[in-house]
């Protein structure tokens, strides 16, 4: 099985590759650099993976198009960033003339939203949800959470976002210290992915 995930995101694709242990082929979506961007409205993760996973199944006839919507939730912060994670720091209008990138400003704005809070503020989650289309049509969703704190200065170098913060207490690691396998058993887009795996399975084999 072939499924196209309508992502830029080299992380993302990094991620879902080493989910998929050979079960399926992820690959990136044809030309998805060419296609407009669709509005992201929804209210919810799953919302917005399911308007993207619809809106590029359209534009790849018979592909089956996997799309996903992921961020961090911060008790702290009333579920903040949430859907608009990767938004953050453009939201606020935080240090928008800094040479930085979204990444390191949106981790930098968190920190220091949370720099006076009691460490209960910290805890967070991360959510992934994942939707697949083909033309136009949802065929299966799933979500996935891992649950977590977020630290006062980033660790770690091997994942993106707010990978560098966000610290699993049970493995004393952030996710942007984990290996390959370590991520994919422990992070939101590996759980998620374990979740959709086995329903797209059952429909191809029908």
Same mark, same amino acid.
């Given at each position: 099985m072939k499924l196209y995930a309508a992502t830029t995101n080299s992380g993302k694709l990094r991620d879902f590759a080493a989910a998929a242990e050979g079960a399926v082929e992820i690959l990136p979506l044809p030309s998805i650099r060419e296609i407009p961007e669709p509005v992201e409205d929804a209210l919810t993760f799953a919302g917005n993976a399911e308007v993207k996973a619809?809106?590029? @199944?359209?534009?790849?006839?018979?592909?089956?198009?996997?799309?996903?919507? @992921?961020?961090l939730e911060v008790n702290g912060l009333d579920g903040a960033p949430g859907v608009r994670s990767a938004r953050f720091a453009d939201d606020h209008s935080y240090e928008l003339n800094s040479a930085a990138g979204r990444d390191q400003r949106n981790n930098d704005l968190l920190v220091a939203l949370l720099r006076e809070m009691p460490g209960a503020s910290r805890s967070a989650r991360f959510v992934c949800a994942l939707a697949v289309a083909r033309d136009g049509q949802i065929v299966y969703t799933a979500e996935g959470y891992v649950a977590g704190e977020i630290l006062p200065e980033p660790r770690g170098d091997k994942g993106f976002g707010y990978d560098p913060l966000f610290l699993l207490p049970e493995l004393n690691k952030t996710t942007a210290e984990l290996d390959a396998d370590e991520k994919w058993r422990h992070s939101h887009r590996g759980r998620a992915f374990r979740n959709l795996l086995p329903g797209l399975i059952r429909l191809e084999g029908r």
């Open positions: 619809v809106y590029y @199944s359209k534009r790849a006839p018979g592909f089956m198009v996997m799309a996903d919507d @992921s961020g």
